[in-house]
């Protein structure tokens, strides 16, 4: 591997994971209309998709959004049926968001859409490389997000 492989994988990156580039993913994810989200909330429903039951604090910390805009985004989450509050059982001063049904369909739907998505533009590749790439993509992030935990 050349020397030049960090900083091609750093543009690279830094270009998938620019705000712009997310902020024009979800909003194709959210074009269909079917889910009630925006650009804003989507990133709240995922994260807590992912995470499973946690608080706004835990939260934010997981997703890179401050706080109180976690707070604000799962007020409106919560009047759209897409997740509820319930006292936190480790904490009693803090409020434990989950995901409703509701919230679960919805990101089951988007999430089927983004893999699509994906799909369609590994389709042009010749397989092996999809594949390969699929792969070491996979390692990349399993390796790395161990790294997260020590």
């Known amino acids: 591997m050349g020397s ?3 900083a091609r994988l750093a543009a690279a990156l830094g270009m998938l994971l620019a705000r ?4 024009r993913l979800f909003g ?10 925006d650009e804003a909330t989507y990133p709240v429903l995922s994260g807590l998709a992912r995470t ?4 706004a604090r835990k939260l934010s910390t997981e997703i890179g959004i401050d706080r109180s805009v976690v707070s604000r985004h799962s007020d409106r989450l919560e009047a759209l049926g897409l997740l509820r509050r319930s006292a ?4 009693a001063r803090a409020t434990r968001l989950t995901l409703t049904d ?3 369909a919805a990101i089951e ?4 859409r983004l893999a ?7 389709d042009a590749w010749p397989a092996e490389d999809a594949r390969a790439f699929v792969a070491g993509m996979e390692r990349f992030v399993e390796e790395n997000l161990a790294e997260r935990g020590r």
Do not use: I, S
């Open 4 to 6: 030049e492989d960090g």
């Open 20 to 23: 712009p580039t997310r902020m």
């Open 28 to 37: 194709d994810l959210l074009a269909a209309g079917d889910v009630n989200l």
């Open 52 to 55: 499973g039951p946690t608080t």
């Open 88 to 91: 936190d059982p480790d904490d």
């Open 102 to 104: 509701e919230g679960h």
């Open 109 to 112: 739907r988007l999430r089927g």
């Open 116 to 122: 699509g998505a994906f799909q369609r533009r590994l």
